[in-house]
């Protein structure tokens, strides 16, 4: 199933640099995997925002709430989930 | 370069089936022609709603002016344009 | 997989009482045997509104947005929807 | 009388780990009695977002009011509360 | 049970004068027979809109409901329900 | 004159206990003061949530404001303020 | 008492320009007469906008409510209605 | 030139009483200065709420600006600023 | 002095084409005459919307008004306007 | 390709003067720096705001993102984007 997710990340200032750089690092190797896998099939960085768009290929619900649990800067996000059909119109069975 | 764009149709009740099934089926025609030629390199249903989440790769936002002014069902169409970058934790060069 | 659904229904004034009536029975016949399926799991109203609060449980978005395009009142409806869980705190294995 | 309840949680970064253990465990231990004796009906999470939706059946609006004031969690929660009736179309007589 | 509702009527222009002296004498009479009962326990006019807040004193969520459903210009209304509780500060052992 | 105020109160995680203790003591001591003058007519708590909703009957809105800015929680107060009338349709002379 | 209202128009197209320009004549006299009764002490055009911002001095919100329901444009008016007070920096007693 | 702006002010809690009210007052001789001076025309408390709404005649928004941004209490106020104009239906010539 | 104006255009279903047409051809002439007059000194289409943003050069507020009154297509249009100053690290004395 | 960004900067309470200034001075020659190369084509002041309205001419929206990320107070930014395109009544053939 797929589903698309935005977030925005807002960390909040004053959080030592080094803390933030760890932190992404390791958002950066969390997120690398799961696209990899296959899980985490598209993410685009939003022009001028820290925020990406992203569309998760996922067995259900459960599935994708774990992963986003599982994000390393979860605590600092604001995210919205919608989830998606393929497009009557679309000229793939599947449009992942 | 890669736009978002969100289409929700809002269809005025009374419009003539007639009418309505003619635009729809033009409206199909546009969007296939347009996947075809790989500008609009996503369209996703989004679940319960008479609405579609696209991903556009165009050369600028003036072909993507031209490609939304051109929708069949645009004078029915709520809609929302964000352009996107390459997400620097992508592990692709450029993710169409 | 659950998906928790909020419709609210305006219907236009002077859409002639009969035809009304009409809609609303196969309105009803369409919840009742989903319900009996076992596919609309829940349906509340909220108090004061001419809006319900549903539970359905189906196979994946595309059987939820199948059957939410085929409810008789659709074209009068605001849709939303949300995706759910299992909640580690249910006492239950399912919520249904 | 049945209320549906939406519960977001809002932890302030840098509240210590152990307190925020401690106050899950709470929530979870008093969620679960309440869920045994009939009163909290129904708890869903919301698929990627740290958030529940409930449906309560309780005596009057005093008797919610006393079970949400008493959440462990609450100080850090957003409470968004709709009173509940059947829906003439459920095919139960009560849709608890 | 207590409920606060606010009520902002929206009556479409054109609507015949005669149609809407009629509605609005039946309104008033319902309105009336309620606050005689009891239920209705007050009304208010809020300054300068052609809206109200009132507040209501019903056995349980469906017999409000019923109430509002009754309403002859519910068709025209947007409704906010709104259930409330003794306040601990109030010196009145019930506030209706 | 009739005004209906909506009181919803966010004190900030980490007041000290007693501090929050003390102030809450003195803010029911204010309320109840005015309720026995008559001036704040009406005081109900929004089920579930930390809220109220008021009817103060006062000169004008400066003895209004002047009230609102002596309560001790006024601080951390999100405040809405409406002019009442008295409703054609109402069945006493001043709904107090 | 002193009240700020604002008051958007919106005429719905087709209206015939006769009706229109009799409505707004009358709208005019009626501002204006009272103006000179000092009741409408100021009205102003917000730049760009088929808008007012107008300060009215009337004995209560009744009358307030009164005023404005005579408004021969009052059924194509958004309106917002806030109470003032005189202002403690203000050097006037009384600012009119 | 006329603008109405629209300030509300929110003071940090646990910002010293001392430093408040001494930005107060400074804040309350910068304002009287410019009322003297003819430039802030109107200061209304509005009921309930530690906010304002002020019409200032000025040169142009470059002397807007400055007045604003002057103003001691700026680092903690929400600002909403709107351009005037005569209105048509004012009896003034220019209604200061 | 300087305004931004962001302008939304909704012209409703079912007006006749050459209507339309005409319409938007008095508009592109009066816009090009103000363009030519210096007044309207950008304009610029919003990719994807039938929306435009322009900055405007005019005598003070009432000129402004006047002219967006003067729109043939205002009756149509969402209108939302912000007065400008010259920003403090703009290199030029006057950014037009 | 043209984008219209809106900035709208939020420094929290109490960060020491001397970082702020330092701030402010790095912020403005880095936009200098960009209005002489041409990418950062216009910037105006909103009246009564911390805030700018700015024109962006850059090769795609890779480059707005890398220009904005870069701006020193950006962690204090809120920022809008949208993209423009050469509006059909523009007496220029491209409006920079």
Chains 1, 2, 3, 4, 5, 6, 7, 8, 9, 10 share one sequence.
């Not at 985490?40 to 067995?59: C, E, K, M, P, T």
């Not at 599935?63 to 994000?71: N, R, S, T």
């Not at 800067?73 to 497009?87: D, T």
């Amino acid at each position: 199933m797929l589903f698309k997710v935005e977030m925005t990340v807002n960390i909040p200032y004053g959080l030592p640099v080094k803390e933030q750089e760890e932190m992404k690092a390791r958002e950066k190797a969390y997120s690398q995997r799961l696209q990899r896998e296959g899980k985490w099939r598209h993410i685009w960085r939003v022009a001028g925002l820290y925020a990406n768009i992203s569309v998760f290929d996922v067995q259900d619900a459960e599935e994708l709430h774990q992963i986003l649990m599982g994000l390393p800067l979860y605590p600092f996000m604001e995210i919205h989930v919608e989830a998606l059909c393929r497009h009557p119109s679309s000229i793939h069975d599947s449009d992942k």
